[in-house]
C-alpha cells in the first residue's frame, strides 16, 4: 500500500462515508490495475479472491450460452464495484467479467479484507452495508428489467380499439 | 385548442422500418396542410376503415411535411404501420402542450427515452442541437434489445457531435453486442450534468418515467424541471370528450408533456 493507493480509494464512490482508518486498512490490500479492452477479467467458476473498485473504461458481467455465445448480462464503468462473490462461499464466480474497453480499476485482495473484518466489526458492518446496497440496487434494476417495460402498452392507455 | 376536427388527408410520402414493429411515416398535405406541429406534440392519425389513434410528432423540418414514427400494437397502429408510399390517412391536429425546449437556454438539458419514448423527444433533441444550445445536452436512451433501438442513424449522429453526450443501453443484449446493458436509470448515474441547473424530458413506458423521475431527483434536479409526456386514451384531442382524463388533467389538452411536479401524485396514483 502507498499514501496514493489509499487517497485514490478514498475518492471512489463506493467506500464514501467509510471512516479514513479503514480506508487505510483496504488500502493495505489494494493496487492499480490496468485491463485492455477484450481481457478477460475473471470466469465464470473460478475461485473468487478479489474485486474491483472501477475507475474508469468499461467491464461487462458474462454468461456463456450454448447456441447464443456469450451474453452480457450488465455492464459496469466507473464508481461502480465489480464483484461480490469474494463475499460469500463457495467463493467461486458467478459470473464471468471482461474489459469491454480499456480500463482501471483498484483490485482489491477480498480474502484479506475478509480476515480484517473478521478482527474488526465495524469494518465489517461498512464493506457489508455497501455490498448490500449495490446488491439492492442492482436487484431492483434487474426486477424492473424483467418486467419488458418497453413491450407493448397496456391496452387502456391508448385509444387504438375502433 | 381550435384544431379543426375533420382530418385532413394527407399522403404517405416515404415509410422507413426503423424494427420490427415499428416504421417512421413521412406525410405530405393532399389539400390544405395543419398547422405545424411543436416537438411533444401528437396528432389524431386515421388509418380509413380502421379507425384513429394520437401518434407524436417524431420529425419534420415545419415545411408543411409531418414525421410519426407508428409502433404495431392494435388494429389502427397496425394499419399505420403497414401503410405504404402513396396510402392516403387522415390528419387532425397539433393537439397538446410541448415540450417548451428552447427556453430553458443555458442550462442543461437532459432527455431520457425508453423504447418508443424516444420518438416524442427527436424533434426536440433536434431543436435543441439547431438552436446551439449553451447548456450541455445529454441523451440517454433504454430499449429492450439492440433490435428494439429507434432511429439508428439519429444516434450514430448524435454519437459523433461534440455537442451531444449520448448513453444507449438494453435490458438483454445478444451476442457482440458492445454497448451498455442495463436499467436506463444506469446511464444517469453515469452522465455528467448540473443537477440544479438542468432540464430533463423522459418519455417512455410510466413506470420507467418514475424510476427515470426519481433517478433525476436524486441527481439534484427538482420536480419543476423533471418534464414527462403522458399517455392516456386520447380520442378527441381537444379536451372534450374525457377519455384521457388523469385526475384534474385532461391529457390531450393540459398535457401529454407535464411536469414533474404536478404528475407525480397523479402517477402514483392506483387505477387513475
Known sequence: MTPLTTLMLGKHPWVSGIPSGQIALIGDHSREVRFHAGQVIFAEGEHADRFWLIWEGQIALVLDIPGRGTVVLETLSAGDCLGWSWLFPPYHWQFGAIAVSDSRAMEIDGTAVRSACDADPALCAAIYRRVSATTVERLQATRMRLLDLYGAPADHHRSDEP | ?272
Not at chain 2, 418508443?116 to 441523451?139: D, F, M, N, T, Y
Request: a neutral charge; hydrophobic letters at 40%; glycine letters at 12%.
Open chain 2, 1 to 272: 385548442m381550435t384544431a379543426a376536427t375533420t382530418p385532413h388527408r394527407y399522403r404517405v410520402q416515404a415509410r422507413e422500418v426503423e424494427t420490427a414493429d415499428t416504421a417512421t411515416l413521412t406525410l405530405v398535405p393532399l389539400d390544405q396542410a395543419v398547422d405545424t406541429p411543436r416537438p411533444g406534440q401528437f396528432m389524431m392519425l386515421t388509418a380509413f376503415g380502421f379507425g384513429e389513434v394520437p401518434i407524436s410528432v417524431s420529425g419534420g423540418d415545419g415545411d408543411g411535411t409531418l414525421v410519426h414514427t407508428v409502433r404495431a400494437v392494435g388494429p389502427v397502429t397496425r394499419a399505420l404501420h403497414a401503410a405504404t408510399p402513396d396510402t392516403i390517412v387522415g390528419v387532425r391536429g397539433p393537439y397538446g402542450t410541448d415540450w417548451d425546449v428552447e427556453r430553458p437556454d443555458a442550462r442543461d438539458l437532459v432527455f431520457v427515452a425508453g423504447g418508443i419514448g424516444l420518438a416524442p423527444l427527436r424533434p426536440a433533441i433536434w431543436a435543441a442541437i439547431r438552436s446551439k444550445h449553451r447548456g450541455r445536452i445529454v441523451v440517454l436512451v433504454g430499449a429492450r434489445t439492440p433490435d428494439d433501438l429507434l432511429f439508428s442513424r439519429d444516434l450514430g449522429t448524435w454519437e459523433r457531435r461534440p455537442d451531444v453526450a449520448l448513453g444507449v443501453t438494453v435490458d438483454q443484449a445478444r451476442s457482440g453486442w458492445r454497448g451498455n446493458v442495463g436499467l436506463v436509470t444506469s446511464l444517469i448515474k453515469r452522465a455528467t450534468f448540473d443537477g440544479a441547473r438542468t432540464t430533463a424530458f423522459v418519455c417512455g413506458p410510466e413506470v420507467m418515467m418514475r424510476v427515470v423521475a426519481r433517478a433525476l431527483i436524486d441527481h439534484g434536479l427538482s420536480e419543476s424541471d423533471v418534464r414527462l409526456s403522458l399517455e392516456r386514451n386520447m380520442r378527441c384531442g381537444a379536451g372534450l370528450c374525457g377519455h384521457c382524463q388523469l385526475g384534474p388533467l385532461l391529457t390531450c389538452r393540459d398535457g401529454p408533456v407535464v411536469g414533474l411536479d404536478e404528475a407525480a401524485l397523479l402517477m402514483a396514483t392506483k387505477e387513475l
